[in-house]
């Protein structure tokens, strides 16, 4: 099953590239197609997974290179089940918001943005890390032609400072897993977690993980490609950056640094919360100074994303599960904040926050929308982005009450730069006759962001599920390491 959710996507991608060039409305229907099979065989998975686990369910193992213990090997747990679910529902509405976006060569588009699903699946289902790196590199490919082609004036500079950051980071990694093979006899993840007696301290392997993965966060001070990718991206390559390829950092940094050197991660942990908290209030305190609504959202996103590191590195389970399920979060407010000022550009073909002003009386259900995503991100109470914040907030208090007060002062300030965001686009005298022409949303944008404001209430009023589908897998993490289980 772990390998039909991985490679539908790629039959998706050859289908389209046979496609003659002149059918693009069957290119884009074909990618929305196959990209929801891939959801609905996500959801058979979901069901059939069992939450009191804390193993690896739906294996898949096979010889590949036997001579260097290379293998083919896939597996789901608590860790990885809402990274594969956040994927599999992000990319149809990435592809279907499209429309509005891309306009040419657009054959290529949809086979890549398909083939980004592909390495992103096998990502965060491949238990074999010889597997995961062959994924890992090939899932930047089709976001540096997605930003390179189809994005904005400055899409070159943007697209190669992506491109180089990440491969930078990736060599450090490769060097790691292959001292990990060789030693270990095997690239089997599984097997190396139950021999890492050997380099459970080890400091340079973790260095050389945990750089390649904060640099995807993107932590503090390694930040500075993001904001360029995402301002240059088009609408739909921003949503699947937030939402789906940041998360890919973040989760190698649980399911390998603290898994593989679980003494090394307490030695790098108040290290680690300090640059996260840096990251708090430095993404906020920039986001607050931007004229460009984009750029905002995109240092927002690395404000929001300092929370799930300080999450991850307060090696606890309140910590963890609240990272986690953060990650969800994160990936449907940032991904549905760029979708609605993806709508506004597509109107206006400026994000000038200058030449807005009382657009909710043109626009009424859009700014209805995006208050509701605005809202999300600030983290109010009975809304997603407030359960994720506080149960993270728990667990660093037990691990660092003073970086945890530094953090709590982001959330004041994320509430500051986000209502004036808003309030500089929709309330107010308008600022340019150019708004005196805007339409409403339309029935194709109200569908695109539909999914996400239901996820907004049902994680925000009721979250426990997704707790305990990851909590025998957290559990058995922090047991099998030696860290606090509060």
Same mark, same amino acid.
């Given at each position: 099953?772990?390998?039909?959710?991985?490679?539908?996507?790629?039959?998706?991608?050859?289908?389209?590239?046979?496609?003659?060039?002149?059918?693009?409305?069957?290119?884009?229907?074909?990618?929305?197609?196959?990209?929801?099979?891939?959801?609905?065989?996500?959801?058979?998975?979901?069901?059939?997974?069992?939450?009191?686990?804390?193993?690896?369910?739906?294996?898949?193992?096979?010889?590949?290179?036997?001579?260097?213990?290379?293998?083919?090997?896939?597996?789901?747990?608590?860790?990885?089940?809402?990274?594969?679910?956040?994927?599999?529902?992000?990319?149809?509405?990435?592809?279907?918001?499209?429309?509005?976006?891309?306009?040419?060569?657009?054959?290529?588009?949809?086979?890549?943005?398909?083939?980004?699903?592909?390495?992103?699946?096998?990502?965060? =289902?491949?238990?074999?890390?010889?597997?995961?790196? #062959?994924?890992?590199?090939?899932?930047?490919?089709?976001?540096?032609?997605?930003?390179?082609?189809?994005?904005?004036?400055?899409?070159?500079?943007?697209?190669?400072?992506?491109?180089?950051?990440?491969?930078?980071?990736?060599?450090?990694?490769?060097?790691?897993?292959?001292?990990?093979?060789?030693?270990?006899?095997?690239?089997?993840?599984?097997? =190396?977690?139950?021999?890492?007696?050997?380099?459970?301290?080890?400091?340079?392997?973790?260095?050389?993980?945990?750089?390649?993965? #904060?640099?995807?966060?993107?932590?503090?001070?390694?930040?500075?490609?993001?904001?360029?990718?995402?301002?240059?991206?088009?609408?739909?390559?921003?949503?699947?950056?937030?939402?789906?390829?940041?998360?890919?950092?973040?989760?190698?940094?649980?399911?390998?640094?603290?898994?593989?050197?679980?003494?090394?991660?307490?030695?790098?942990?108040?290290?680690?919360?300090?640059?996260? #908290?840096?990251?708090?209030?430095?993404?906020?305190?920039?986001?607050?100074?931007?004229?460009?609504?984009?750029?905002?959202?995109?240092?927002?996103?690395?404000?929001?994303?300092?929370?799930?590191?300080?999450?991850?590195?307060?090696?606890?389970?309140?910590?963890?599960?609240?990272?986690?399920?953060?990650?969800?979060?994160?990936?449907?407010?940032?991904?549905?904040?760029?979708?609605?000022?993806?709508?506004?550009?597509?109107?206006?073909?400026?994000?000038?926050?200058?030449?807005?002003?009382?657009?909710?009386?043109?626009?009424?259900?859009?700014?209805?929308?995006?208050?509701?995503?605005?809202?999300?991100?600030?983290?109010?109470?009975? =809304?997603?982005?407030?359960?994720?914040?506080?149960?993270?907030?728990?667990?660093?208090?037990?691990?660092?009450?003073?970086?945890?007060?530094?953090?709590?002062?982001?959330?004041?300030?994320?509430?500051?730069? =986000?209502?004036?965001?808003?309030?500089?686009?929709?309330?107010?005298?308008?600022?340019?006759?150019?708004?005196?022409?805007?339409?409403?949303?339309?029935?194709?944008?109200?569908?695109?962001?539909?999914?996400?404001?239901?996820?907004?209430?049902?994680?925000?009023?009721?979250?426990?599920?997704?707790?305990?589908?990851?909590?025998?897998?957290?559990?058995?993490?922090?047991?099998?390491?030696?860290?606090?289980?509060?």
């Amino acid at each position: 099953m772990l390998s039909l959710i991985i490679f539908l996507p790629l039959i998706g991608a050859i289908l389209i590239a046979l496609m003659p060039r002149a059918a693009t409305g069957l290119m884009r229907w074909a990618a929305i197609g196959f990209s929801l099979v891939t959801l609905v065989v996500s959801l058979v998975l979901l069901f059939g997974f069992n939450n009191a686990q804390a193993g690896y369910q739906f294996v898949e193992s096979y010889k590949w290179i036997e001579q260097y213990g290379i293998g083919y090997k896939l597996g789901v747990d608590g860790v990885s089940i809402w990274m594969l679910m956040l994927t599999t529902a992000i990319f149809p509405i990435a592809i279907f918001a499209s429309q509005g976006a891309i306009h040419d060569r657009q054959k290529e588009y949809y086979a890549l943005v398909l083939l980004m699903e592909m390495a992103t699946l096998g990502v965060f =289902l491949s238990l074999d890390m010889f597997l995961f790196y #062959v994924f890992w590199e090939f899932a930047l490919v089709p976001m540096y032609f997605i930003i390179g082609v189809w994005g904005g004036e400055r899409r070159i500079y943007a697209s190669m400072k992506f491109f180089i950051y990440t491969m930078a980071g990736s060599v450090l990694m490769l060097l790691a897993i292959m001292y990990l093979g060789i030693n270990g006899g095997t690239f089997d993840l599984v097997a =190396l977690i139950a021999k890492n007696g050997l380099w459970t301290a080890s400091a340079p392997l973790f260095l050389a993980f945990a750089i390649a993965f #904060v640099i995807k966060v993107p932590l503090f001070p390694f930040h500075s490609w993001l904001p360029d990718a995402h301002t240059e991206a088009p609408t739909p390559g921003s949503v699947i950056l937030a939402a789906v390829l940041l998360k890919m950092g973040a989760y190698g940094l649980i399911r390998f640094n603290l898994a593989l050197f679980p003494e090394a991660s307490k030695q790098f942990a108040p290290m680690m919360m300090i640059l996260a #908290v840096i990251g708090i209030l430095y993404g906020a305190i920039v986001a607050f100074a931007q004229t460009d609504a984009k750029k905002l959202v995109a240092y927002s996103s690395v404000s929001h994303m300092g929370y799930i590191v300080l999450g991850i590195f307060s090696l606890n389970q309140l910590g963890i599960q609240g990272a986690l399920l953060q990650m969800v979060n994160h990936g449907i407010s940032t991904g549905g904040l760029f979708l609605i000022v993806g709508f506004l550009y597509e109107r206006r073909h400026t994000r000038d926050l200058s030449k807005f002003g009382g657009i909710w009386g043109k626009m009424p259900l859009y700014g209805t929308l995006a208050l509701l995503f605005t809202l999300s991100s600030v983290g109010l109470p009975a =809304l997603n982005g407030f359960v994720g914040e506080f149960v993270i907030l728990q667990g660093a208090y037990v691990s660092n009450s003073l970086m945890t007060a530094f953090a709590a002062l982001g959330m004041i300030l994320s509430a500051a730069y =986000l209502l004036t965001f808003y309030q500089k686009i929709f309330l107010g005298e308008s600022r340019d006759v150019a708004n005196d022409k805007l339409v409403d949303v339309n029935w194709r944008e109200v569908l695109a962001v539909a999914p996400l404001l239901i996820f907004v209430f049902v994680i925000g009023l009721y979250s426990l599920p997704f707790f305990n589908a990851m909590s025998a897998s957290v559990t058995s993490l922090l047991s099998a390491s030696g860290m606090a289980m509060r």
